[in-house]
């Protein structure tokens, strides 16, 4: 599985974003796919999943209410939604996919798309 992560740029606080992890090579159909954010000198953060065969989300306590994951079974492309952005969101943010084990561990994913920066300007 190749994933691509895209969507990422400068907001200003207050503003929105979507942000795309488009699949290749294998359906997602057995997956559940995560967004995870990072900032320099701090550990990937998780952010938001979604299972892909039953449209299951989780999200951080941060971002609840603010966020919306969602699929596009068609395009084999999970969205993060972003609105309310805050300074605090800015990070690059990640894609990743597993089969199995915990969502909220960056270890548990076995595929990682390429980072895509997310700017808030205060």
């Known amino acids: 599985v190749q994933l691509q992560a895209s969507g990422g740029g400068v907001v200003q606080a207050g503003g929105s974003l979507r942000l795309a992890c488009a699949a290749s090579g294998r359906p997602f159909s057995s997956y559940v796919v995560g967004w995870f954010r990072q900032v320099p000198g701090k550990e990937r953060e998780f952010v938001s999943c979604?299972?892909?065969?039953?449209?299951?989300?989780y999200y951080a306590d941060s971002v609840k209410g603010r966020f919306t994951i969602s699929r596009d079974n068609a395009k084999n492309t999970v969205y993060l939604q972003m609105n309310s952005l805050k300074p605090e969101d800015t990070a690059v943010y990640y894609c990743a996919a597993y089969v199995s084990g915990s969502y909220l561990t960056p270890t548990s994913y076995d595929y990682w798309g390429q980072g895509t920066l997310v700017t808030v300007s205060s």
């Open positions: 979604i299972t892909w065969g039953g449209g299951r989300t």
